[in-house]
């Protein structure tokens, strides 16, 4: 029990630093996201499967969801790096309708 | 300067909950309250799932006022984000595996949330876990075919009147001698699916409830203008 | 099992992450340089805040609070705080999706995300709706400074955006 939450928190903190140093904003939402999946094992690990399942439900899925559809909101979906803002509207238009 | 002034206060705010936060004798939670409440609900409120118990008895304003800032919330995302211009055109519909997907995933998904809805008494799930559930499965149409919106109308009437049914549960207890919120109707055994008295029936107004709220909220963000520059 | 002289135990391995936690979403806040990072920020100080107070409530011989079959007198942890933490989660998700409306709308008003600049367009605002001069900005106050003499540094009104 000991050593699998070392490895989850490990992974959590990890993600934490990820989401706020990673350059691409859609590698940094992908790094909340597994932050919460990470954080919803812990939650049944410490005997909560209701918050569990919230988590899980909620903060891996919706607030990722949410989170996503502000990206493309805000132009800043972008998978590959070397593109502009400008373009990476019409990027996603693209990968929508492939 | 400010970066450093920051990093500080971040050192400091670490330090400051590590001292307070070793304090605390972990693993020997008092639990004056949980502990009363553990031995009283069978009796009280017939829940299998405590934190149900919880939620909804003996702690059902907050939930009633959860609930309103969700509403807020909610209220507030539409009020900013204000309605599209019809002129600007809507986004393609999305691929073929996409569309037949969110066909096929819909009603599953709502049969899964109205499962982990109904069974939140007996088992881990309630209106708040399904209530999502719910929201993805009416929200997945809308990614699939942009074109086609959410009615917000339906939505909002389906809102308006599970929040209405979870207060006027709540004053028919009232109304029949217990406090607001109280658990009427028989207990039944323990772990059976029709008991607990009126908790499935409130838990099905949150999940309703919390599910419309959400899909509204995601297919305001979701239809938002695509900002310029 | 110790480590640099510290007695590694589960509690000081669960408060080290929610504690973490909160300081990382606390120094993102106050750190970002762009608005988008500071609601990941936020999401992720939310998230230690949530695991600290389920760890309140945590018992060694306990189990979860479910009643199971007759035997209701094992000893369970502790439902308030689960109760708490559930309606916090549905919570947070709702002033996320608040805080992406707001940026949006910034993105709309000023055309930018970056944090000094939106602060910078934000004082200039609020002096021009109050009708005084925005000779002052965060890198170069107004008034007097004792030391360095002001010309040493010469600052530019962009040398603050990053």
């Keep these: 029990m000991i050593l699998i939450s070392t490895v989850i928190v ?66 800043l979906w972008q998978i590959e790096s070397s593109n502009s803002t400008q373009s990476s509207i019409q990027k996603s238009g693209e990968h929508t309708d492939a | 300067m400010r970066n450093l002034a920051s990093l500080l206060f971040a050192g400091g705010l670490g330090f400051l909950l590590m001292v307070f936060g070793l304090q605390f004798d972990f693993g020997n939670a008092p639990m004056l309250v949980g502990q009363a409440i553990q031995s009283a609900a069978p009796e009280q409120v017939g829940a299998a799932n405590i934190v149900t118990a919880v939620v909804l008895g003996y702690r059902g304003i907050d939930t009633l006022g959860e609930l309103a800032i969700l509403f807020a919330a909610s209220t507030a995302v539409g009020l900013i984000l204000g309605h599209r211009h019809t002129s600007t055109k809507p986004d ?21 949330g109205l499962y982990i809805i109904l069974h939140g008494h007996l088992t881990p799930g309630g209106g708040f876990q399904g209530g999502v559930i719910l929201a993805a499965a009416f929200f997945i149409p809308v990614l699939a075919r942009p074109s086609t919106p959410l009615k917000h109308t339906g939505m909002m009437l389906i809102e308006g009147f599970s929040g209405a049914a979870f207060i006027l549960i709540g004053l028919a207890a009232l109304y029949s001698g217990g406090e607001f919120l109280q658990p009427l109707l028989d207990k039944g055994t323990l772990g059976n699916l029709v008991s607990a008295g009126t908790l499935p029936l409130l838990y099905l107004a949150v999940g309703l409830k919390v599910g419309a709220e959400l899909a509204g909220l995601l297919a305001h963000l979701a239809a938002a203008e695509v900002s310029e520059s | 099992m110790t480590l640099f002289g510290l007695e590694i135990t589960l509690d000081l391995i669960l408060y080290t992450g929610a504690f973490g936690l909160i300081v990382i979403g606390a120094a993102g806040i106050v750190l970002a340089h ?43 942890v502790d439902p308030v705080p689960q109760a708490m933490v559930l309606t916090a989660i549905v919570i947070g998700v709702g002033v996320q999706a608040l805080a992406v409306g707001l940026a949006m709308q910034v993105k709309k008003t000023y055309g930018t995300l970056d944090m000094s600049a939106i602060r910078q367009r934000l004082e200039a605002d609020i002096a021009g709706t109050a009708g005084i001069a925005t000779t002052g900005s965060q890198d170069a106050p107004l008034g007097e400074r004792p030391l360095p003499p002001a010309d040493a540094v010469p600052v530019t009104p962009g040398s603050s955006a990053r």
């Design chain 1, 10 to 75: 490990a992974i959590m903190l990890l993600a934490a630093v990820a989401a706020l140093l990673f350059k691409n904003h859609v590698a940094a939402v992908a790094a909340v996201g597994i932050l919460s999946l990470a954080l919803s094992v812990l939650f049944v690990i410490l005997k909560a499967p209701d918050v569990a399942m919230t988590e899980a439900a909620v903060g891996a899925g919706l607030s990722a969801l949410v989170l996503a559809l502000g990206l493309r909101r805000l132009g």
């Design chain 2, 92 to 112: 393609p519909d999305s691929g073929l595996i996409l569309r037949a997907g969110g066909e096929l995933l819909m009603p599953l998904l709502l049969v899964v």
């Design chain 3, 34 to 76: 762009h608005l988008f990072r500071v609601i990941l920020a936020l999401a992720i100080a939310e998230a230690g805040a949530n695991l600290l107070l389920v760890l309140s409530g945590y018992r060694w011989d306990a189990i979860a609070p479910i009643l199971s079959g007759s035997e209701s007198a094992a000893p369970m």
